[in-house]
Every structure is written in C-alpha cells, then in structure tokens.
C-alpha cells in the first residue's frame, strides 16, 4: 500500500529561523515520485519541487533545501531563515504507478512564521 | 503560460440539490484530475480524465461524476449533495512535453452545503 506520513501536524517558529518539515513515504514500487506542495490561505496547492526514486541528489533552491534518503524513506524539507510569507500548510506527495494517475497525499504540516 | 483555472471559487447550495464544478487546464495538458480537501480527511483523489476518458478513480460514491472535453476541458458534478459533501475541490492538470507526472493545481472551489 502506499502512503505519506507527516508526523508534524503543526509548527511555529521566530522569523528567521531554520525549520525541518518531515516527510516519511512507503510504497513497493521501485519507480515514484515524491512531491511537496504548499498551501497558502487562498487555498491554491502550489507545486515546490518533485524528485525521482531514482535521484538522490539533494538540491538547494534559494532558501529552501529537500533532503531525499531511500534507506529511511524520507523526504524532508528545510526552509532556511524562514519568513512570514512562508506560513502555509506544507503538503508532501507520492505518485506511484501503482497508485494510478493519484497523487497520494500526507495529511499536511500547518507552519506558522512570526515576526 | 496561464495557469489552472476553476469556476466557480465559492458556491453555496442546499442538501439534495446538485453542483457543477468547471476546470480548466494549463494550455497544452490533456489530463485533469479532481481532489476533494476537508479538515478530516485531508486531500483524496476522485478521479483523473485523460483525452475524455476517465483514466483512474478514487473511492467516491457514484454521487460523483465528471467528464472532460476535446479542448481538455473538464467538469465534475456532484448529484444529491450532502452536508458532508462541503469541502474545497480543487482541479490538477499535469501532462507538459517533459512531465507528466507533476500535477498543477487551480484555486480551487469551496463548497458550503447547508
């Protein structure tokens, strides 16, 4: 069966600071895609970023940073000196073919910034 | 390019009746699919349309049905709504030359049931 856990249901932090969303995925297939997306109040899903099973590569865009590991399963992301326009509720996703065209979502992460 | 567009953004109808949701894709993508939020249950997947085939289903009551256009186009309708039926439904097109597995999504519609 596939399917994401975020474990943190809700974080706060100071303007600033660094902060670490967590993202734990299962699935059988050899061949997925892991995804985070978040969600601003107007309610739209904005894509961030996407990974292949096949590319641990870890990528830094800006301020934001995802570390991907296959031997936990994984998929974290790290906003660095974080920002009040970065309060949202962060998704992460899986898609597998096993799953169909379905993107498999966590139950998401709110994240409050204050100033 | 424009992005996915949803009409309308906020609709209020009464149990029993029924709604049409409308969805339009990023120009050049020929899937859509439909996502259902609420605070329960979080995002789940309804169903996926691909050239005007129904490509894949989620696990909704027949109440839920859709359709897609030759323009890629897509609609969903809900019949005989519910109270629990209020959610945020939100649109998704992916299919670009280099990806298809990224799926971008509209503003969606929120729906209030009474």
């Known amino acids: 069966a596939q399917k994401v856990t975020q474990a943190q249901t809700e974080i706060s932090v100071v303007e600033k600071e660094d902060v670490t969303l967590d993202c734990v995925y299962e699935t059988r297939d050899t061949t997925y895609y892991l995804f985070w997306y978040k969600q601003p109040p107007s309610g739209e899903l904005v894509f961030l970023i996407r990974?292949?099973?096949?590319?641990?590569q870890n990528e830094i865009s800006g301020r934001y940073s995802w570390n991907f590991q296959k031997s936990t399963s994984s998929f974290n992301f790290t906003i660095t000196a974080s920002q009040v326009v970065d309060s949202a509720v962060y998704f992460c996703?899986?898609?597998?073919?096993?799953?169909?065209?379905?993107?498999?979502f966590g139950k998401g992460t709110t994240l409050s910034v204050s100033s | 390019k424009a992005g996915v567009t949803q009409t309308p953004r906020y609709l209020i109808k009464t149990r029993g009746q029924q709604v049409t949701l409308s969805c339009s894709p990023i120009?050049?993508?020929?899937?859509v699919s439909w996502y259902q939020q609420t605070p329960g249950q979080g995002l789940q997947f309804l169903f996926e349309?691909?050239?005007?085939?129904?490509?894949n289903k989620g696990n909704f009551p027949g109440r839920f049905s859709g359709r897609q256009f030759s323009n890629s186009r897509s609609e969903m309708n809900v019949s005989t709504l519910e109270l629990g039926d209020s959610a945020l439904y939100l649109c998704a097109s992916s299919g670009g030359d280099r990806d298809t597995q990224t799926q971008y999504f509209g503003p969606g519609t929120r729906l209030l049931v009474l």
């Open positions: 996703a899986l898609f597998t073919n096993q799953a169909g065209t379905a993107l498999i």
């Open positions: 349309y691909f050239s005007e085939t129904q490509r």
């Open positions: 120009s050049g993508h020929r899937s």
């Open positions: 990974r292949n099973s096949f590319d641990e």
